[in-house]
Structures are given as structure tokens and as C-alpha cells.
T-cell receptor, first 112, second 116 residues
């Protein structure tokens, strides 16, 4: 069974204080790993898709990396508007109907 | 691109009534849409996979007679919560799989259902 574990559960940062979020996964053949951002009361917003170990993607202050067992989401010099819950999800090659398996998320609060 | 809308954004209903939630892909055709449920401070729980022109596939433990899903066109899927009860109160979110090799799911803004 596919499993995704995110850590930490919550993260409080000062504005400008860079940090990393972890997403550990076990999957029967990885088709893709996805990062989403979710604001309270809203649906998840797509950030990145990673397909193979060693791959990296960047968007503004966010950078996602992937190894065979985990993914990191690095937040560089965060701003208060980066406060959100960040969700990681995996899709396995054997996933029926292209299902995603989500982790529990990391709630990030950036204080000015 | 890849915009998904949901309607309504929130709904309050009395126990025993049925509620319909619409999910639309606005700028692409989606052969597959997904319905999720999310409780406060928890992650998304997949309820069912909706395929255009065929019956939905429900996850284990989800009552298909209570949560009716219809995917009548390539841009519209509906979720009907039948005979709603307070325990059905939750945040319901749909997603649509964009065409192409990425298999990326794009999510709607969600619908907050409160059953009194």
C-alpha cells in the first residue's frame, strides 16, 4: 500500500528564515510526486510535479527536490504570504484510475 | 489554464434533504474527475473516481447510494449527497485530471456542506 508521511506537522518561521519540508514515501513504482499549497477554506493549488530521483523544480521562493525515498520542499526567504498548508501526494504506476495518495500536510506560518 | 470550478461554494441544508455539488473544468476537457472529502486540519480523503460516460469507482467504505456521482460530460461532474445527516457535514473538493502525460490533478475551490 502506498504511504506518504510529511514532517513536520507544523512550522513557524520568521520572515526571511529559510527552511525545508519533508515528504517521505513508499510506493510500488513512482509515476509522479506532487506538491500542492492549500489555504484555509480553499482547494489545493498545484505547485510541482516530480517524476524521477534527482529532479528539481523551482517557482519563486519554492524549490522541490526528489530522491528515491523522499522529497523536500525548500522555502527560501519566506514571506508572510507563503503561510499555508503544503501537501505532498504520490501516484504509483499501479494506481487504479490515476489516484493520488496524500500526506497529512505541513502547516507553515510565516511571521513578519 | 487548468481551472476547475465548484458550485456552490457553501451550502446549509436540513437533515434528510439532498444536496448537489457541481464540478466543472473550465478550460480543458477532463475524462476523469475525483471527489475528495476533507475534515478540519486533516488531509484529503478520496471518495470516488468519476469517469465520463461510465459509472464512478468508489473507495472502500464510501456508500455509493449515499454519494451519487454523475459525469455526464467532459467538463462536468456532479456529487449528490442524498438524505444528508449532520455527520455528512464536511468540505468537499473535486479535482480534474488534465490531458497529457503529466497526470496532474487540478482542484476546485471546494464546497463547505453544513447539515443541520
Amino acid at each position: 500500500e502506498d504511504q506518504v508521511t510529511q514532517s513536520p506537522e507544523a512550522l513557524r518561521l520568521q520572515e526571511g528564515e529559510s527552511s525545508s519540508l519533508n515528504c517521505s514515501y513508499t510506493v510500488s513504482g513512482l509515476r509522479g510526486l506532487f506538491w500542492y499549497r492549500q489555504d484555509p477554506g480553499k482547494g489545493p493549488e498545484f505547485l510541482f510535479t516530480l517524476y524521477s530521483a534527482g529532479e528539481e523544480k523551482e517557482k519563486e521562493r519554492l524549490k522541490a527536490t526528489l530522491t528515491k525515498k523522499e522529497s523536500f520542499l525548500h522555502i527560501t526567504a519566506p514571506k508572510p504570504e507563503d503561510s499555508a498548508t503544503y501537501l505532498c501526494a504520490v501516484q504509483s504506476l499501479k494506481a487504479a484510475g490515476n489516484k493520488l495518495t496524500f500526506g497529512g500536510g505541513t502547516r507553515v506560518l510565516v511571521k513578519p | 489554464g487548468a481551472v476547475v470550478s465548484q458550485h456552490p461554494s457553501w451550502v446549509i441544508c436540513k437533515s434528510g434533504t439532498s444536496v448537489k455539488i457541481e464540478c466543472r473544468s473550465l478550460d480543458f476537457q477532463a475524462t476523469t474527475m475525483f471527489w475528495y472529502r476533507q475534515f478540519p486540519k486533516q488531509s484529503l480523503m478520496l471518495m470516488a473516481t468519476s469517469n465520463e460516460g461510465s459509472k464512478a469507482t468508489y473507495e472502500q467504505g464510501v456508500e455509493k447510494d449515499k454519494f451519487l456521482i454523475n459525469h455526464a460530460s467532459l467538463t462536468l461532474s456532479t456529487l449528490t449527497v442524498t438524505s444528508a445527516h449532520p455527520e455528512d457535514s464536511s468540505f468537499y473538493i473535486c479535482s480534474a485530471r488534465a490531458p497529457g502525460g503529466a497526470d496532474t490533478q487540478y482542484f476546485g475551490p471546494g464546497t463547505r456542506l453544513t447539515v443541520l
